[in-house]
């Protein structure tokens, strides 16, 4: 029987403990940010779990544009398995990042949405690719061709990467820019910095964790699909 | 002349489908031999595709839009092969064949038999009249057939023979498998072939695919459907107009936060609603399996080229002025030459429309396209949207001008279109199975 590794265990119990700790530190310790410049002051602490949101499902898609790549030139069933994995996770956590963000918006800037920043609609974007991954690996049988359109969907996505990152800096509207890069030129308060930086610390121990037991449940399921195929032939041929 | 035969479910169909490179083998390869010289690759495991050259099929199930006429289907089919026929000669055949005092009926109306007469008729006929020898593929010729048309039948397949021309054929008809060349039984656990290997005396084919003519019949294909019956006109302009007298209705100054740019993404939002609706070609290419009978002859041609052709050319510019005529009354502030220009963002809609096309028909070569959103993937298209409404603002309020930069009209309709272009290729490029 699958068991699920004690490490993943481990690591999510870490990473939980810590997005804990991060929203505690974060309400509690962090100050407010300066009042001229921020129409809400306090709700941009909100930004310690979207940024880390942000970066985590940054981390899933490329697992799922590296799966996508790899089931190209390779078409393995551990590619298949990125894929799998990385539009799981990268809706999991872009859900966190497209719905944390509008909660600021609304606060900081009035309105939940802005069409006109590039960022934040190339991760809703990103978000719905995955879920359309997510819905057709589920409802469409498990064929190679599948599998390659899958994948190649997947590959679509490696446009919108790059234009979310250049976006940050080239097309910037509303949105703040790179935070933990920028904070030494922008002055950003030690504090701030701190519970930024656990909170990115903790949500990748989560992703880590979460991409671990993603994929021996996927190998299992894997193993049980080929035996149950198995079963069909003996069956069939009694 | 081969024969494909075995019991239900063996996999006749899928092995003639195979040979037009409509599935992709698991393992091993489709090609062409031609004796000389290199062998024409088909299909292969690694996705490989490329159009039979000289090929003709007739699939089980009609592989014609229902509302094609007789004569049409006929025109097309001899246009795709490359074999252009008059009139007059196509009648003949149609003579032939009892066929000719149906020639103005669409195949909706026909019974199954005579459907099935035109399909095998439009799969022969470039044959009956080319000097090149050909490859002609029948997926159970005589099924559904009357014993006249049967007769009709083998001696058509006789006369092809004697002509030169290589026929495989999948069925359970005897009658057929007895007249045969050569026999494959196909059954759950083995293969077996009995008769001889006919040699070929002659290459059947040294040209490459006449792809610019079955593109041409394609474009001339969706024209008429469209003419005839307007389904994809009537399903994208009814709730663009909808959308469009609901703002007239509801009162701009109620929906509008005041900003310059509401106005133009007003304006745009009807051409938007317009061309992101899914296209009738769509459910044309499913029906009797005509979108696989366009596959067989232009292989992966068919995506870039009928996402392109499918595309609502009409309505995006008429569609933009009627909402400028309806939603800027009463706006001071618009730039008196504004509306000489309000054509270029509309045209570059077209663009939107033509990855929204591709995008539903990536979605449509799913197995079960049904349960998948291709709403999901077409979210991608709102950033030209916005940077056509961006272009859009600036000309309703600054009037057109031509300079080139990311916050001018034409760097911003540029910039549409080029990701509309990117998000088009990456539709089309994705294999279809």
């Given at each position: 029987m699958a068991r699920i590794p004690a490490q993943a265990i481990a690591l999510l119990a870490l990473g939980s403990g810590g997005l804990v700790a991060t929203i505690f530190l974060g309400i509690t310790w962090a100050p407010d940010v300066n009042p001229s410049q921020w129409r809400a002051p306090a709700a941009y602490r909100i930004i310690f779990l979207h940024v880390p949101f942000?970066?985590?499902?940054?981390?899933?898609?490329?697992?799922?544009?590296?799966?996508?790549?790899?089931?190209?030139?390779r078409r393995t069933e551990r590619s298949w398995r990125l894929i799998q994995s990385g539009s799981d996770l990268g809706l999991l956590f872009g859900i966190g990042v497209i719905t944390s963000g509008p909660i600021w918006g609304m606060a900081e800037w009035g309105v939940p949405w802005d069409w006109a920043d590039l960022r934040l609609n190339t991760f809703a974007l990103l978000t719905a690719l995955a879920l359309f991954i997510v819905m057709a690996r589920r409802s469409q049988p498990d064929h190679d061709s599948t599998r390659d359109t899958i994948a190649a969907v997947g590959l679509f996505g490696f446009i919108l990467v790059p234009i979310t990152a250049l976006a940050t800096t080239l097309y910037q509207k509303r949105h703040p820019g790179v935070v933990i890069i920028e904070s030494e030129e922008s002055g950003l308060d030690p504090a701030i910095r701190t519970v930024m930086l656990i909170g990115f610390l903790s949500m990748?121990?989560?992703f880590i964790g979460f991409a671990i037991i993603s994929d021996k449940l996927y190998s299992s399921e894997a193993e049980i699909e080929l035996n149950l195929k198995t079963l069909d032939e003996v069956k069939g041929g009694e | 002349m081969l024969c494909l035969t075995g019991p239900n479910g063996s996999g006749k169909s899928t092995i003639l489908e195979t040979f037009a490179g409509l599935h992709a083998p698991r393992s091993g390869e489709v090609v062409v031999p031609l004796p000389g010289h290199e062998s024409i690759p088909i299909r292969d495991s690694k996705g490989r595709r490329t159009p039979v050259p000289g090929l003709s099929i007739a699939l089980q199930t009609d592989g014609a839009c229902l509302d094609e006429t007789?004569?049409?289907?006929?025109?097309?089919?001899?246009?795709?092969?490359?074999?252009?026929l008059a009139d007059e000669t196509i009648h003949a055949a149609m003579e032939e064949w009892t066929l000719s005092h149906r020639s103005e009926d669409r195949l909706a109306v026909l019974s199954q038999g005579l459907r099935k007469r035109v399909s095998i008729l439009a799969a022969i006929l470039p044959a009956i009249r080319s000097n090149e020898p050909r490859i002609i593929l029948l997926d159970e010729p005589s099924e559904g057939l009357d014993s006249a048309s049967r007769k009709l039948l083998h001696e058509s397949i006789h006369s092809l023979r004697e002509k030169g021309h290589s026929i495989v054929v999948a069925t359970h008809d005897e009658s057929i498998i007895e007249?045969?060349?050569?026999?494959?039984?196909?059954?759950?656990?083995?293969?077996?072939?009995?008769g001889t290997n006919h040699a070929i005396d002659d290459p059947p084919f040294t040209d490459t695919p006449p792809v610019t003519g079955a593109i041409s019949?394609?474009?001339?294909?969706?024209?008429?459907?469209?003419?005839?019956?307007p389904v994809d006109t009537v399903q994208r302009i009814v709730p663009a107009i909808l959308a469009l007298f609901l703002l007239r209705s509801i009162g701009l100054d109620a929906i509008s936060d005041g900003a310059l740019s509401s106005l133009a993404f007003y304006i745009l939002a009807p051409s938007l609603i317009a061309i992101l609706i899914r296209p009738a070609l769509i459910d044309r290419l499913k029906e009797r399996r005509s979108g696989d009978w366009w596959r067989a002859h232009l292989g992966r041609s068919i995506r870039?080229?009928?996402?392109?052709i499918g595309s609502p050319w009409v309505l995006p510019i008429p569609l933009t002025y009627l909402s400028f005529m309806l939603l800027s009354t009463g706006s001071s502030d618009i730039h008196p030459s504004a509306h000489a220009w309000l054509w270029l963002p509309a045209l570059s809609m077209l663009d939107i429309g033509a990855a929204a096309t591709a995008i539903h028909m990536l979605v449509s070569g799913?197995?079960?396209?049904?349960?998948?959103?291709?709403?999901?993937?077409?979210?991608?298209?709102?950033?030209?949207?916005?940077?056509?409404?961006?272009?859009?603002?600036?000309?309703?309020?600054?009037?057109?001008?031509?300079?080139?930069?990311?916050?001018?009209?034409?760097?911003?309709?540029?910039?549409?279109?080029?990701?509309?272009?990117?998000?088009?290729?990456?539709?089309?490029?994705?294999?279809?199975?």
């Open positions: 942000a970066w985590t499902s940054f981390l899933a898609f490329s697992m799922l544009f590296w799966g996508s790549l790899t089931w190209y030139l990748t121990l989560l | 007789v004569m049409e289907r006929l025109k097309t089919a001899s246009r795709v092969a490359g074999e252009p007249i045969s060349d050569r026999t494959v039984e196909i059954s759950a656990s083995m293969i077996s072939v009995s019949a394609l474009g001339s294909w969706i024209l008429a459907l469209e003419m005839r019956n870039p080229f009928s996402s392109i799913f197995e079960r396209s049904t349960a998948v959103a291709a709403s999901l993937m077409m979210a991608v298209l709102i950033w030209p949207f916005l940077l056509l409404v961006d272009a859009t603002t600036e000309i309703l309020y600054e009037g057109m001008y031509f300079d080139i930069g990311f916050d001018t009209p034409l760097g911003l309709i540029i910039c549409s279109s080029l990701i509309a272009a990117s998000v088009w290729g990456a539709a089309v490029i994705i294999p279809d199975e």
